[in-house]
């Protein structure tokens, strides 16, 4: 036989979907119980009509009243009993954007706490309803007894759940959600809410209005900002506050970020509102327009939603360059906070990167300064891309009258190789060590050539670590020695320590990237430090060969090198060998 048939829903597995899947805690049910009576207050829509909700909650149970717009009996079969079946939305839509519910689910959430969900309702000029539903998928419906139009819901808690009845934790759940609601919402007749949205722009003087974010501020966040940014976009009908974190805040932590839909609490924990760069805000919102995942618990990922991000991105970037212009002390004062996020920001943000550029101190071999100040003094970038190189090469590229940029803090590379694309006419260079050593003077020849038996001996001591000796004269004479190394030079280094340990097949592998060994690590002796000319003095080999191994080992300490086992070990025979020709021994006496 064929014909139509409906599905039946066992109400036990979509309770188990909704609390183990759904929603993230059975603490929910408060606010779906919450939002449907706000929505019954607004669909009334009579002026005169009292806006009142009122809750009572004992341990046992919960009672949620609403003065709303109420249940015919025929609306009570439609929409109650059928799951999935709202009164809120329209073939259209239209509805959307005025009520909060949607989905036609939010009542099973009081099966998370209970077995047995009561409601007795009134239409206007019509009898009341009672309706009671139970978690094993059963309802009823009788006459009841109501003098006045709205809705009355009633729950007995579930053995085990009475927690989520307890009227402490029944009164903060409802502030929580509802602290924005601008009617009165009472919990066992204190008020939760009331207070309407903390930035409106009421008649309150500007500076009452700041004092009063401030403080929430400090409620919702447990400190007091940095600065209130307001937050306006009219598309999501969307207004709120970024507060500017007083600390540096991880950027790797985008949640905190307090939603509201139509005033109630959708998250405290949205991640994707604002973009990833704005790590330095927190913001607190109210949306009329953005719509919630059907758990209620973030924002559903449309293109409203990427077009309020970037909105919300546009007003703080406007803050930042609004306050570059009228408080640079304070902007370098959030510089000092919160550079990374900035930083990261300037990476694909021209305005950005020009805040970095004029405000932004970098560290120099000549002092911190901003890199604008940088290219202004010596007409172009130079840097060193690692903040190791930096601290091989700072003082005596300060010798050779070379001033250079540490780029090895986070994003400083990038930005200032990206300084080169804003402005064509800065040369931005990289210093490498390599280069540096070209621009040593060589040692007169005759002088090298009368130091050639020196030059060997010392050669040999640091052959078997992959180093190659050199001499040249160079400032300042207090500097006996450099060990050089190259990015490139390092890698093929490691590269070739590798190969020695492999297999043989895998040893061709790595042969392969191996180019000639032209580029060894140098180590660079200055003929102008009297320390290395009488070393070169030394007529035994054997004493040089130790005084340049202490001169390998102190280079590598000072360019914090890493120390490999044969450094070590060379390191280690050099001390002792020196030590044992300081201190006179028994040998000696004799
Ligand atoms: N307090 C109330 N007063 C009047 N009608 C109500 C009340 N509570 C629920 N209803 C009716 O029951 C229907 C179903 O409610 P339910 O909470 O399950 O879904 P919803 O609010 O429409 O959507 P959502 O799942 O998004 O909350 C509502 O659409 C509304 O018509």
Redesign the pocket.
């Known amino acids: 036989m064929s014909g139509q048939r409906t599905f039946q829903v066992d109400l036990r597995g979509v309770v188990d979907l909704l609390s183990h899947h759904l929603y993230s805690s059975p603490r929910v049910y408060v606010r779906?119980l919450m939002?449907?009576?706000v929505?019954?207050v607004t669909a009334r829509g009579d002026a005169c009509a009292p806006r009142r909700i009122s809750m009572v909650a004992d341990g046992r149970g919960l009672v949620?009243e609403?003065t709303?717009?109420?249940?015919t009996e025929e609306?009570v079969h439609e929409?109650?009993a059928t799951i999935g079946?709202?009164?809120?939305r329209d073939e259209l839509g239209f509805a959307r954007h005025e009520?909060?519910?949607?989905?036609?689910?939010?009542?099973?959430s009081a099966f998370l706490v209970a077995d047995e969900v009561r409601?007795v309702?009134r239409a206007e000029g019509r009898p009341a309803v009672a309706w009671t539903g139970r978690s094993d998928g059963t309802y009823g419906i009788g006459p009841a007894e109501r003098a006045e139009t709205g809705?009355t819901?009633t729950l007995a808690a579930r053995a085990g759940a009475e927690q989520w009845f307890d009227p402490t934790t029944v009164a903060e759940l409802a502030a929580l959600y509802g602290s924005m609601l601008p009617f009165e919402v009472t919990v066992n007749g204190a008020a939760v809410t009331g207070g309407g949205l903390p930035w409106a722009r009421d008649e309150r003087p500007a500076g009452q209005r700041r004092a009063d974010l401030v403080g929430y501020a400090q409620d919702v966040l447990g400190t007091t900002p940095f600065d209130v940014v307001d937050l306006d976009v009219p598309e999501a009908a969307l207004t709120g506050v970024a507060f500017v974190l007083p600390f540096p805040a991880n950027p790797a932590d985008r949640g905190g970020n307090r939603v509201h839909l139509k005033r109630m609490l959708l998250s405290e924990g949205v991640a994707d509102l604002v973009p990833d760069w704005a790590f330095f805000a927190r913001v607190v919102v109210d949306s009329g327009e953005l719509r919630p995942t059907a758990s209620?618990e973030g924002l559903y990922a449309d293109d409203l939603l990427d077009r309020t991000r970037e909105a919300i991105g546009e007003q703080l970037r406007g803050w930042l360059v609004n306050l570059e212009r009228t408080d640079p002390r304070r902007l370098t004062k959030f510089l000092g906070v919160h550079h990374l996020g900035v930083k990261a920001l300037a990476l694909h943000d021209d305005d950005m990167l020009r805040l970095v550029d004029q405000w932004w101190p970098v560290e120099t071999n000549t002092g911190r300064m901003t890199t604008a100040e940088f290219r202004a003094r010596h007409g172009e970038l130079r840097y060193t891309a690692t903040a190791d190189e930096f601290r091989q090469l700072a003082g005596v590229a300060a010798a050779q009258g070379l001033a250079v940029i540490n780029g090895g803090y986070t994003y400083d590379t990038e930005l200032i190789e990206r300084l080169a694309d804003l402005d064509p006419t800065t040369a931005v260079t990289r210093l490498s060590p390599t280069d540096l050593a070209t621009r040593f003077d060589a040692v007169d020849p005759e002088v090298e050539l009368g130091l050639r038996g020196f030059l060997g001996t010392a050669q040999r001591a640091v052959d078997g670590l992959g180093c190659e000796v050199v001499l040249r004269a160079f400032d300042p004479p207090s500097t006996p020695v450099l060990f050089l190394v190259d990015r490139d030079a390092a890698f093929r280094a490691e590269l070739r320590a590798t190969r020695e340990r492999a297999d043989e097949l895998w040893a061709g592998v790595l042969s392969a990237f191996d180019k000639p060994t032209d580029d060894r690590p140098q180590l660079v002796l200055n003929h102008r430090s009297p320390l290395v000319r009488r070393v070169c003095a030394l007529g035994d080999p054997a004493a040089v060969a130790l005084a340049v191994e202490a001169l390998y080992g102190q280079a590598l300490l000072l360019g914090h090198h890493p120390i490999r086992p044969a450094d070590a070990a060379l390191l280690n025979r050099s001390f002792l060998g020196l030590l044992e020709r300081a201190v006179p021994g028994e040998d000696s006496d004799r």
């Open positions: 779906e939002q449907n009576a929505d019954a949620v609403d709303g717009i109420g249940l609306q929409f109650l079946r709202s009164s809120k009520f909060l519910g949607q989905f036609g689910i939010g009542l099973l409601v309702t809705t819901v209620r």
